[in-house]
């Protein structure tokens, strides 16, 4: 069986959880293309090192030429006229949130149609959507043209999906939720779905690379190195840990932050380390590629991001799995990922004298600091390899895992 991938604006910076996810099918023989709706704007596009081959790989739906829109739209009127006829009623009666509704969804008929001419010309037999918003009303409509089922990813609040999520869920296979939380919203709310057609599946990283260097604790007089990583949006609490840093400089502590990552932010973050004169303190690099994180997280003696609230938070896994000590806030899907005092610490979300605290226990620590980093690595290698959320995957489109699935190998 040939499985089609639909991941909206291919390939951006966050979707390397995606690509490890995709690599690994393709590792246990999965046939699989990817499609999406266009290319990412160069201000998302992926720093990785996957980003180029992946972007010459990737169908991409929009934009197209006046030629092949009017051709698509043609074989779709003489081949599939019933299952347009069903794709525009979608686009009426689906109850999405913005309104007038059709004036939202029926513009989406038009990928749509493009979608099902490129997946029965490269034989897709089903498709999963890395997306419940738009990606899913698409495939939606591709199961109405094509008779292709689909299935779904919920990666993040069900109500940040434009809405008809039971809809959604209730025309797919089966939708995957990445938290525990995310499921029992799910069961919750929809309770009319079948069990198997919502299931856990848990993202992760690839803890075979990355994984620690053998490095010393920090002694009395170096610099703690602090590095965070994440959009620079205002919903990361970037602003908090900066003046948890100004803290513990007043503390007298020796202290460096660096912080990864672009955004809408930047300026009024480094307006505000200037107005704490951290200047020589906090570093911004920008976003950059997963190897060049994985280069400063060797240098780092800590992670910490102060998010407000994350569904489920990739980086806190990437920092555990290369065995650096890791602070997160018990908000979201964090303490999913994080035992507080075990393999890492948790404060209250816009709490800077906390979180000022916990570095600063941290940092005086280096018995902590060790057994925070062994632990952490251990957790994610344990529960959070991304091979297990692949596992799933593949588990539900072939009906068994892959023979080769080692999930403790590294």
């Known amino acids: 069986m040939k499985i089609g991938y639909l991941i909206p604006e291919f390939p951006s910076q966050t979707h390397i959880w995606m690509w490890r996810e995709i690599c690994h099918l393709r590792e246990w023989g999965c046939q699989l293309q990817i499609f999406s709706t266009k290319q990412p704007p160069s201000a998302i596009q992926a720093r990785h090192a996957f980003a180029k081959s992946a972007q010459e790989e990737t169908c991409y739906l929009w934009p197209q030429s006046v030629y092949y829109l009017l051709t698509t739209l043609l074989w779709v009127l003489f081949t599939r006229p019933l299952g347009l006829i069903k794709s525009i009623s ?19 008929v038009i990928p749509a149609c493009i979608l099902a001419r490129q997946a029965l010309k490269q034989n897709i037999e089903h498709l ?14 591709l199961k109405r043209l094509t008779g292709i089922p689909y299935s779904l990813t919920l990666n993040a609040n069900i109500e940040w999906w434009g809405g008809a999520m039971e809809e959604k869920m209730a025309d797919a296979q089966f939708t995957i939720a990445i938290t525990q939380w995310l499921l029992n919203q799910i069961k919750q709310d929809y309770p009319h779905l079948k069990p198997e057609q919502a299931i856990l599946g848990r993202i992760g990283v690839d803890t075979i690379k990355w994984k620690p260097e053998n490095k ?32 513990l ?49 060797k240098q780092s003696d800590a992670f910490v991001l102060a998010s407000h609230a994350e569904p489920l938070g990739v980086v806190y896994m990437e920092a555990m799995a290369m065995g650096v000590p890791t602070i997160g806030t018990n908000a979201g899907g964090v303490p999913e990922i994080i035992l507080p005092g075990e393999d890492g610490l948790l404060v209250p979300p816009n709490d800077e004298i906390t979180l000022a605290k916990e570095i600063e226990k941290l940092l005086n620590n280096p018995d902590e600091q060790q057994k925070l980093g062994h632990n952490g690595r251990q957790k994610i290698v344990n529960k959070f390899d ?15 895992l892959p023979q080769n699935f080692q999930p403790n190998n590294n």
Request: aromatic share 6%; proline share 2%.
């Open 128 to 141: 999963h959507s890395h997306s419940c918003a738009n990606s899913a009303i698409l495939a939606m409509m």
């Open 249 to 297: 400089i007043n503390a007298n502590h020796l202290v460096q932050l660096t912080i990864v990552g672009a955004g809408d932010e930047t300026e009024s973050l480094q307006s505000l380390v200037n107005e704490l004169d951290l200047s020589g303190v906090v570093k911004f690099t920008g976003s950059l590629s997963e190897d060049e994180i994985i280069e400063l997280m």
């Open 216 to 247: 010393s604790i920090k002694k009395e007089g170096e610099v703690f190195q602090i590095i965070t990583v994440g959009r620079l949006h205002a919903s990361k609490g970037h602003d908090v840990l900066i003046r948890a840093i100004k803290r």
């Open 386 to 400: 991304s091979r297990f959320g692949a596992a799933t995957l593949y588990q539900r489109f072939f009906g068994n």
């Open 90 to 108: 979608l686009a009426f009666t689906l109850n999405v949130n913005q309104r007038p509704k059709w004036r939202y969804t029926l513009p989406l």
